[in-house]
T-cell receptor
Framework: EPEVTQTPSHQVTQMGQEVILRCVPI?????FYWYRQILGQKVEFLVS????????KSEIFDDQFSVERPDGSNFTLKIRSTKLEDSAMYFC????????????FGQGTRLTVV | AQSVTQLGSHVSVSEGALVLLRCNYS??????LFWYVQYPNQGLQLLLK??????LVKGINGFEAEFKKSETSFHLTKPSAHMSDAAEYFC??????????????FGTGTRLTIIP
């Protein structure tokens, strides 16, 4: 069964450092998303991406964040200068299309900023 | 704007008992509603979804949910709880955005504990 894969599963980084979280969405999917879940809190939408551009972003997704689809398979989230409050589980998701199509989630990357 | 409210951050039921997890939604457009499950140290797995085809939706692992527009609810039920059902459950809503990408708005989650 096709699945969304994320690497690494856990990353520890020092405050101020740049991190790149990687995702391989399901191959025929056209819409890509990043969500995050701070420990003990709900899952929050960060950004959606379609046709090589951001289609929507939340207020969390400030200038420190960027997304890219550098090739035909990968979808990355970059945090330019990490802060302690960026520590969270980051989930990548992808879906075939609009409206009621299911979003498939990856296993997540746990980012710990120290 | 859409939102969901999950009543009860923690629910405990005995093995074999009825599971009822509550979700109420708010949406300015006809909603699409989802229940996701998250097992410890794992990602989010779709249990079921409501997309206006039928108000009673059956999902995986014996779960089902009923969409009630009059009550703006989409409660998740399972007739008989199993130990393997212990997990965090998230209700989510999506709706039309400008580009058609369907971002999900999640509830705060309900942790289900099964008592042997």
């Amino acid at each position: 069964e096709p699945e969304v894969t994320q690497t690494p599963s856990h990353q520890v980084t020092q405050m101020g450092q740049e991190v790149i979280l990687r995702c391989v969405p399901i191959s025929n999917h056209l819409y890509f998303y990043w969500y995050r879940q701070i420990l003990g809190q709900k899952v929050e939408f960060l950004v959606s991406f379609y046709n090589n551009e951001i289609s929507e972003k939340s207020e969390i997704f400030d200038d420190q964040f960027s997304v890219e689809r550098p090739d035909g398979s990968n979808f990355t989230l970059k945090i330019r200068s990490t802060k302690l409050e960026d520590s969270a589980m980051y989930f990548c998701a992808s879906s075939e299309g609009r409206m009621n199509t299911e979003a498939f989630f990856g296993q997540g990357t746990r980012l710990t900023v120290v | 704007a859409q939102s969901v409210t999950q009543l009860g951050s923690h629910v405990s039921v005995s093995e074999g008992a009825l599971v009822l997890l509550r979700c109420n939604y708010s949406s300015s457009v006809p909603p699409y509603l989802f229940w996701y499950v998250q097992y410890p140290n794992q990602g989010l797995q779709l249990l079921l979804k409501y997309t206006s085809a039928a108000t009673l939706v059956k999902g995986i692992n014996g779960f089902e949910a009923e969409f009630k527009k009059s009550e703006t609810s989409f409660h998740l039920t399972k007739p008989s709880a199993h130990m393997s059902d212990a997990a965090e459950y998230f209700c989510a809503v999506s709706g039309t955005t400008n580009f058609g990408n369907e971002k999900l708005t999640f509830g705060t989650g309900t942790r289900l504990t099964i008592i042997p």
